[in-house]
């Protein structure tokens, strides 16, 4: 089995220290209303029928090696999960295929929909 392990290489102690492999929540607004961006949610579609992202691609981690096709590498691409673990996942798989625009959101689901409630979403205008 040929794998790619040239991600590793960008989880260096500095590069860790400097969260340039994620998106903060301080980000997350401004991402989510750019073209330039899309976010991959990767729980199983059991998950995603309890709450649904409408604003997120939805391709299940398992599916994704089937999928990956579907994904755009002109944009960034933001993988998210109901923790992290499954999007850190996404974040190497995709770097490994060659995908050179991808943070991993560092908010869980629960998290995530408290920034899309109204008042959050106000005060970002």
């Not at 794998?3 to 903060?24: D, M, Q």
């Not at 997120?56 to 090696?65: D, S, V």
């Not at 994904?71 to 850190?88: E, G, N, Q, T, Y």
């Amino acid at each position: 089995m040929n794998f790619n392990i040239s991600p590793l290489k960008e989880l260096s102690f500095e590069n860790l220290a400097k969260g340039t492999h994620c998106v903060t929540q301080t980000e997350f607004h401004s991402l989510l209303a750019s073209d330039d961006a899309i976010f991959l949610d990767v729980r199983t579609d059991e998950e995603q029928e309890y709450s649904v992202y409408p604003w997120a691609k939805h391709i299940p981690l398992h599916a994704l090696p089937e999928r990956i096709g579907e994904l755009p590498d002109h944009k960034l691409i933001i993988p998210f999960c109901s923790s992290v673990f499954r999007a850190s996942m996404v974040w190497f798989y995709l770097k490994s295929k060659g995908f050179t625009q991808v943070r991993t959101l560092t908010l869980s689901t629960e998290q995530i929909a408290t920034l899309i409630k109204p008042t959050p979403l106000f005060n970002q205008r």
